[in-house]
């Protein structure tokens, strides 16, 4: 069985700042891996993906995500965090099906 | 525009009153389900269905139903609602075949049962 963990329940960074949220999966063989975001009020938009080839992943919205299999993780990054950018983001992993596994969510708070 | 619809969006009602929230799209997706979202539990899947007539349960079924006699639509049913359904209910869709696949989601439906 597939299943994803986001250690970090809130994480509060400064506008302007770095942002990395942790994501961690198990699944038996090569996963696909998912970002999504949630703003406030609206339902969830994709991110960024991964099912193969370069580990580095980018997205919209200036994100990025790299995924480690030594570590069974999946990062997802931001050089410079906008103040748009509060949301809660969820990762999701889908294994030999294709029903996606979600993870608890993290929320982001960005301080002006 | 390709998209996921829901209705209502807010609905307040009382134990033991049926209703449905019904959930449409447009992008001709095989595969949709339904998510309650609560708050340290992030999503959890109700039920999905594989395509018309077929419906499968989720992690969370209990008080739930489902039908999917069309492609387009795929309505969730609470028979008799209770206070422990207060959440937010999502929809969403994708292309079945392949896991790396996106799921597309509908703007949720935040019901709360007094």
């Known amino acids: 069985a597939q299943s994803v963990t986001q250690p970090d329940i809130h994480i509060t960074v400064s506008e302007g700042a770095s942002l990395e949220l942790r994501c961690n999966y198990s699944y038996g063989a090569t996963p696909y891996l998912f970002w999504y975001v949630q703003s406030p009020g609206q339902g969830l938009q994709l991110l960024l993906k991964?099912?193969?080839?370069?580990?580095l992943v980018q997205g919209i919205k200036g994100f990025e995500a790299e995924f480690k299999r030594s570590q069974s993780s999946f990062n997802l990054r931001k050089p410079s965090v906008h103040w748009s950018d509060a949301a809660e983001y969820f990762c999701a992993v889908t294994g030999g099906s294709y029903i996606p596994t979600f993870g608890r969510g993290t929320s982001l708070i960005v301080h002006p | 525009e390709a998209q996921v619809t829901q209705n209502p969006r807010y609905l307040i009602t009382v134990t033991g009153k049926k209703l449905t929230v019904t959930c449409s799209q447009n992008m001709n997706h095989e595969y949709m389900s339904w998510y309650r979202q609560d708050p340290g539990l992030g999503l959890r899947q109700i039920y999905y269905?594989?395509?018309?007539?077929?419906?499968d349960k989720g992690d969370v079924p209990e008080g739930y139903k489902v039908s999917r006699k069309e492609k387009r639509n795929f309505p969730l049913i609470l028979e008799s609602p209770s206070p422990n359904q207060t959440s937010l209910y999502f929809c969403?869709?994708?292309?079945?075949?392949?896991?790396?696949?996106?799921?597309?989601f509908g703007p949720g439906t935040r019901l709360t049962v007094l």
């Open positions: 991964y099912f193969s080839g370069d580990t």
């Open positions: 269905s594989m395509n018309v007539e077929v419906t």
């Open positions: 969403a869709s994708s292309v079945p075949g392949q896991a790396n696949n996106e799921q597309f």
